[in-house]
């Protein structure tokens, strides 16, 4: 059984930064890509990065250039720095582990509050 933690959220004021790591307990070779989502109040769950295990990173518009997912695969760990975060950015976050058959498995999330 895979398991997703997620860690790093916080509140932070306007234009600071964080940092969210997210380990998983399966072994990197099973692993097809990782995904960050935010979910914020009264709203969906959108994707605002995603790596593969070729390392292609990808983000949407809202978050390009602000937001940077990398990863440690001795560490079984992918990160999302987030910089000059906006009030817009508070949701909770959560950690996609995506495996070479299909199977997706989700973080318990992490809060990030953004504070104007």
């Known amino acids: 059984q895979v398991q997703v933690v997620e860690s790093g959220g916080g509140m932070v004021q306007a234009g600071g930064s964080l940092r969210l790591s997210c380990v998983t307990s399966?072994?990197?070779?099973?692993?097809?890509?990782m995904g960050w989502y935010r979910q914020a109040s009264g709203k969906q769950r959108e994707l605002v990065a995603q790596?593969?295990?070729?390392?292609?990173?990808d983000y949407p518009d809202s978050v390009k250039g602000r937001f940077t997912t990398s990863r440690d695969s001795a560490k079984n760990t992918v990160y999302l720095q987030m910089n000059t975060l906006k009030p817009e950015d508070t949701a909770v976050y959560y950690c996609a582990v995506d495996d070479v058959v299909g199977r997706r498995y989700w973080g318990q999330g992490t809060q990030v509050t953004v504070s104007s």
């Open positions: 399966t072994t990197i070779y099973s692993i097809d890509s």
């Open positions: 790596i593969t295990s070729g390392g292609t990173t």
